[in-house]
């Protein structure tokens, strides 16, 4: 399996040390020989080189803040040139996430089921956009198109719904996407003013310092719809659902809610009423006696009710270097693992 890497950030690195240390065990376990090819990164340089890349020096430039393009085998074209042009059979999308305009990324997926590639993006942009017209282009192209950190990171979200759950109808998703907002909830609740447990937030490096995409709900939403493309079929945009974040939750509110034996969570909702598949973002009091209700800190959790099972929740971490990285090597195994 001979892959490109296009984005080395967080999410990129976080695979490669992923690829270097199970390296047998993709080999013996699912006969799979991985090679890194190419790597392009608008930051940090480019590198390319058919019979495969440095992957230990590449990391290690990158941990150290110096630049690809230092090491052998420098690219000196852009992303896109090099997806058109590399011979490989699997590229990684995990560049930033612009859910306006979902790009670079759609080029970057685009360009590689053209040439042929399977592709895995942690990328949401995409997904949330112009999920069924890529779906669809890597039909055409019998690719695969794979996208499991796009939701709960390396969470076996949406695997577990394509592959345990195949056999059960869904009727409706539910849960904590955004891992932020529920530790500032949190902390909110053990004492902190929103605007202290934020500023604890941002200082963990949960936040940025700009929160808008999680304290208002984007994110969430773009996750919520995701799920109502891939799971319930619809064609969705996020902007077609509510949305409304935590910034006007209260302490006071906090308190009451307790009092009721409640707690308030943002949960993300996808569901079908009749031939409609609606979703919505908000604020909720959950019942203390539901699983998403003893979800704490940064940890996201989906609950699905399905006709077979009843209620099933998946509680895991919803970010992270090497949890996202995982969602990624998860998705090369199924795109090239022995079956």
């Known amino acids: 399996m001979r892959l490109l890497l296009v984005g080395f950030g967080t999410v990129g690195q976080g695979l490669a040390e992923l690829l270097l240390k199970k390296e047998k065990m993709l080999r013996d376990q699912h006969g799979l020989q991985v090679q890194v090819v190419g790597i392009a990164d608008m930051l940090k340089g480019s590198l390319y080189n058919a019979t495969g890349i440095d992957l230990p020096a590449a990391l290690e430039t990158a941990k150290s803040g110096g630049k690809l393009s230092e090491l052998p085998h420098k690219y000196k074209g852009d992303a896109l040139s090099m997806i058109k042009t590399a011979e490989a ?28 590639m399977h592709v895995t993006t942690t990328n949401k942009g995409p997904l949330a956009l112009h999920y069924h017209e890529l779906a669809k282009l890597a039909d055409s192209k019998d690719v695969r198109f794979l996208f499991e950190g796009t939701v709960m990171s390396g969470s076996p979200v949406l695997n577990l719904i394509r592959e345990t759950l195949a056999g059960s109808t869904i009727s409706e998703v539910k849960g904590i996407l955004n891992g932020t907002t529920n530790y500032i909830l949190t902390r909110m609740e053990e004492g902190l003013s929103y605007e202290n447990a934020l500023t604890k937030a941002q ?37 077609d659902f509510p949305c409304k974040g935590i910034t006007e939750i209260t302490s006071d509110a906090i308190d009451a809610a307790k009092s009721r034996g409640k707690r308030y969570k943002l949960i ?24 998403l209700a003893g979800v704490m800190g940064a940890t996201n959790a989906l609950t699905f009710s399905t006709d077979t099972l009843g209620d099933v929740t998946i509680v895991g971490p919803g970010a992270g270097r090497t949890e996202t990285g995982y969602s990624a090597l998860v ?5 090239g693992g022995k079956r």
């Not at 759609?106 to 360009?111: D, E, K, L, P, Y």
């Open 268 to 291: 993300g909702r996808v569901w079908r009423d009749g031939n409609e598949v609606k979703a919505s973002v908000a604020p909720e009091e959950i019942d203390l006696t539901h699983p």
């Open 89 to 116: 059979d699997m590229m990684v999308e995990a560049t930033y996430t612009d859910i306006k305009t979902a790009e670079p990324a759609t080029s970057h997926i685009r360009a590689a089921f053209e040439k042929g």
């Open 331 to 335: 998705d090369i195994i199924h795109a």
């Open 203 to 239: 200082e963990l490096g949960y936040a940025e310092a700009i929160p808008d995409a999680d304290v208002l709900g984007w994110d969430a939403l773009a996750k919520v719809t995701i799920l109502a493309s891939t799971v319930f079929g619809a064609n969705a945009r996020p902007d």
